[in-house]
């Protein structure tokens, strides 16, 4: 079975461009939630997905967002990006018993 | 708001030795879930044990098991005989049973570096 696939693996982008994460989620996973990671913060939630509707939003400004397709796979979306938006971006799915799994990530700099 | 802590940014243990990670968490709820997940250097992080608070017994999974401390908001993760595949990220997480419209949302502690000496 085929893990939690995550694209680009890595992208550079400079202020102000937008950029699209792709995450394509275990068969039969229909739950996704995307996370971002930095030395500062740490991990945190920016939102999830189950059966195309957003579930649950995490505490970041408009300029994220995301969606979800009828094949489960999600994308998100950032515009406008600021230096701060440098993250590696974690996507995770759920199977039936709840146990995550997780992508390997998107590591995006902002130049 | 839940909160999840873990105190030790950095730790190391000598292989075949046995080391203890801590993690306190601050949440009003009485029922959730606290995980700890592995996460080695460029590679995915994968669950390493669960808890369900509910459950008064700890936790084991081979080498790994808890110390859950559910009046104190600790759950510490013990890792018995470690190797050299054991050096990691290791993060403590909380969900709630309560989150909204179903939802699995994990707040994470900052992370345990975890070296291993051979």
């Not at chain 1, 939003?57 to 998100?76: D, L, T, V, W």
């Not at chain 2, 203890?20 to 009485?30: A, K, V």
């Not at chain 2, 900052?110 to 070296?115: A, F, R």
């Amino acid at each position: 079975k085929a893990g939690v696939t995550q694209t680009p693996r890595y992208l550079i982008k400079t202020r102000g461009q937008q950029v699209t994460l792709s995450c394509s989620p275990i068969s039969g996973h229909r739950s996704v939630s995307w996370y971002q990671q930095t030395p500062g913060q740490g991990l945190q939630f920016l939102f999830e997905y189950f059966s195309e509707t957003q579930r649950n939003k995490g505490n970041f400004p408009g300029r994220f967002s995301g969606r979800q397709f009828s094949n489960s796979r999600s994308e998100m979306n950032v515009s406008t990006l600021e230096l701060g938006d440098s993250a590696l971006y974690l996507c995770a799915t759920k199977d039936r018993t709840g146990e995550l799994f997780f992508g390997e990530g998107s590591r995006l700099t902002v130049l | 708001a839940q909160t999840v802590t873990q105190s030790q940014p950095e730790m190391s243990v000598q292989e075949a030795e046995t080391v203890t990670l801590s993690c306190t968490y601050d949440t009003s709820e009485s029922d959730y879930y606290l995980f700890w997940y592995k996460q080695p250097p460029s590679r995915q992080m994968i669950l390493v044990i669960r808890q369900e608070a509910y459950k008064q017994q700890n936790a084991t999974e081979n080498r790994f098991s808890v110390n859950f401390q559910k009046a104190a908001k600790s759950f510490s993760l013990k890792i018995s005989d470690s190797q050299l595949g054991d050096a990691a990220m290791y993060f403590c997480a909380y969900r709630s049973t309560y989150s909204g419209a179903g939802s699995y949302q994990l707040t994470f502690g900052k992370g345990t570096k975890l070296s291993v000496i051979p």
